[in-house]
């Protein structure tokens, strides 16, 4: 049976950090950077991380959509939070999906958000298959890297190709040991090697030669390709690839790196969901993507491109944005300036694993309880409902919140309490058909706060254990 893309999504932070504001404060040190200070790059917030930003693509791309047929997740990312817990389970749970499904991660190479699409393409896994790609690279200071990567996710529902709205035509995959980068275990930066022989010695011959296979092998004729999509940072290389293969310039896809950088594992899906938005049935999309070799993929849209939509896309996530000429917060937000919390940060973040277990649909879903009598709804649910003229006992069900849309009802802004990004916003929120429950409200700059403010909700990193190399996760609201 022939797999296709049902849904697409993709989520870029709200953040723009300016590479002018990059550039000023490290022109002392590396005046030669000056060439790249042009444009803006996606900046991740503190609570966000490769899995958050892979949740809230898959959102972006699922919407109000029934998600019991989804059988299989694959989490593609670099910048895993956890090197044995597996990644994709945490996602798994976030979204409230069924426990009876596979969920698999991915990384090793900045192809592999492309070699698990193919997978997922390729695989018959009983139902659906969620595939996410995101990534947040850390890059040293006054490196060419801070200034040309960006962060985001992308998320593509895989199923039958009579729904799909684009549909596998082949791909190929080629895998060399070609080292234009690496990050050794235990460390948290890139080595990078000079990137004009990267372009000459890699990029080139290895991704050129791999999509000239690709298109032979497939019988595609060049110039019938209508977008073709090659995410790297290394400027002028897919109008020269596009125009060594016959394929016509006006096919060559925009990387986004004037708006967002080079996001790493999640840039092809991030690439191919801006496609997806744009296209129009009929189109022959060709993605490569270079790391350790190449993988080319090739699709052909379908007449369901024009009906189905992500909730926001990725032309909703630019236009959703704000301007950040804050290096220093950037730079404490990577964890690379120790700022001093003081005595009141000076407490232990230890998860009890337990408590996480029996309660991780609270937790990790964010899933309340509704009382079967009364019709009331509550978070966290509870043996008593907390109807106040009925107390039944034992008659809750699941009530998931998670895509639920909120209000404040009240607020405060909190210079005491320890925060990576002071003050800390929370108050009592009302999700719509009832429940409350107390929030933390983040991506809060740029919003004047008010009662009645709308809010949605989102999956974040509530703290983390440093002692023990720890992620806490928890559900916070943003406004909308």
Sequence with gaps: MTNGILRYGAYIPVARLQRSAIHAANKWFAPGLGGLAKGERSMASWDEDAITMG??????ALGPADRSGIRALYLASNTMPFAERQNAVIAKEALNLSDEMMTLDFGGSLRAGVTSLITALSTEAGGGILHLAADLRKAKPGSEAEMTQGDAGAAFLIGDAEDAVAVMVGSTSVSVDFVDHFRGAGTETDFTWESRWIRDEGVRPILQGALKTALSRLDIDPASVDRLLVPTAIRGAPPQ??????????????????QVGDTGTAHPGLMLADALERAVPGETIVLAAFGSGCDVLVLRTTDRIAIVRPERGVRGWLDRRRVEENYLKYLCFRGHLDMDIGIRGEHQEKQPLSALWRRRKTVLGLVGGRCTKSGTIQFPKTEISVNPNDHAVRTQVDHPLAEVPARIMTYTADSLTVSPNPPQYYGNIEFEGGGRMMAEITDVEGWDLDVGQKLRMVFRVK???????????FWKAVPV
């Design 55 to 60: 949740v809230e693509a898959a959102r972006d």
């Design 241 to 258: 690839i596009a125009k060594a293969l016959g394929i016509g310039a006006g096919a060559v896809a925009d990387t986004l790196g004037a």
């Design 463 to 473: 703290g983390v254990d440093e002692s023990r190399n720890y992620t806490r996760y």
